[in-house]
């Protein structure tokens, strides 16, 4: 299932993704013991972080029993601020109480990080939480974010990448936004997930997301469509301004 969601504003935008966060996490605590999420790396996301961080939303969450990945990653040092688990750590990890080991890093250092990522994955969720029919560990949430060519996570138009059907974690060392090393997850494990929030904000996204609402899968943005699952797409004004009878701000389609 696909819900677009148009919003006035980039801030009505991270309003309702935190929303939609402490609702999933309290959904997957009482109905699997955990809560698994997948953090999306870039700017969008920070201010839904920032209001999660906030100790009135943050105490409606299970910290306890919340895990938190990163749907991709930059090959940049530890700490660097180019990193999405340092954005991630700056603007919401740093100020909940998470325990240290519930934060799975992606350990980009190691030559097979890749690998190691997906075993820790795959790892953490045979505790808890049911996997897909495939096998394929099902977040409860993955945020993610999009580029104006359409990318998603790290998965990028055109790159051999968007056809991998059974690794759910790749390296790429190509990759057209800088840094040019990164890991990612890859589209069987996007849409194994129960529910997937793409939030897309400002004009520069416009033409791209116009493109994904009529399913132009050229874009690797167009692709995630958990099938047992559910879509939100969160955007603003701006972002939705290019497409055709596009929702109403704060209605959806
Ligand atoms: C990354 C992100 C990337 C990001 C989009 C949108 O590591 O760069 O995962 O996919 O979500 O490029 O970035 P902005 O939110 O900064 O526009």
Redesign the pocket.
Known sequence: MRDVLAFATADDVADAAAFLFVNLAAQGVRDRGAFYVAL?????PLSCYRLLSAPLISSRVDWEKTHVFF??E?CAPEGHPDR?DEAAAAALLRHVPIPARNVHRVPVAERDAAERYESDIRGAFSIFSPSSAKGIPRFDLVF????PDG????LFPGHASLEEKQRLVLHIDDSP?PPPRRVTFTLPLLNAARHVALLVTGKDKAAALARVLVDDMALPAARVRPPAGTLTILADAAAVSDSRNPPAAGTSR
Do not use: C, E, V
């Open positions: 999306a790396g870039g700017t969008t749907g991709d930059r999405n993610l974010g999009m580029g990318h998603t996570a790290s936004k």
